[in-house]
């Protein structure tokens, strides 16, 4: 696995194999930052739930990112987030939080980019979309990415969240949500 774009293009990531994670491939981490493109990720404040090994963070950082927050309940992810952040340079923008996903919300700030790719052995997180919504945490003209088995059906709205987008790439599908138009904060 390897940062795909940005000044840290190129870098192979840490990826240890371990039960329930399944780090987002290069083609479709591509894929995401490429449509991305079309809005400033230059000094975006950038969420990454569901870490893992923070490949998705570290992405956003390699592009131009001022700072990300990751989220990983697992200890020895939060390790290979750790390793990989201090490969590419980027530990200093980064704050990292061993906690839940569920129970990290209530204590993260608005964001311009918020980044998820919840294990597709867990249900999908309509409950996580709607908090996230519901406390105000993307900031106005701010995008959700979340990933999820292109097996799953999704809603077109969670809560004041409406899915504008969603793209498929084999068995992985990229869903973009913005606050509906009536509900920017």
Partial sequence: MRVTGGIARGLNLASPKAPGVRPT?????????????????????????????????????????????????NRRQIEVIRTNLHF???????????????????????????????????????AILTSIGELGLLKNKGILVCGHSSRIEINKNYG????????RYGDSSLAFFSYREEDAK
């Fill in 160 to 167: 004041t969240l409406e899915c504008w987008d969603n793209r």
């Fill in 88 to 126: 590419t340079g980027f530990s200093n923008f980064a704050t990292l939080y061993h906690s839940t996903v569920e129970t990290c919300l209530p204590r993260l700030q608005p964001y311009d980019i918020m980044l998820m790719d919840p294990p597709y052995t867990q249900p999908f997180p309509n």
């Fill in 25 to 73: 491939t290069d083609r479709v981490r591509a894929a995401l930052f490429n449509i991305m493109s079309r809005f400033s990720i230059e000094n975006s404040i950038v969420a990454d739930l569901f870490a893992g090994t923070g490949s998705l963070g570290i992405e956003a950082l390699s592009r131009g990112a001022q700072q990300v927050d990751f989220v990983e309940e």
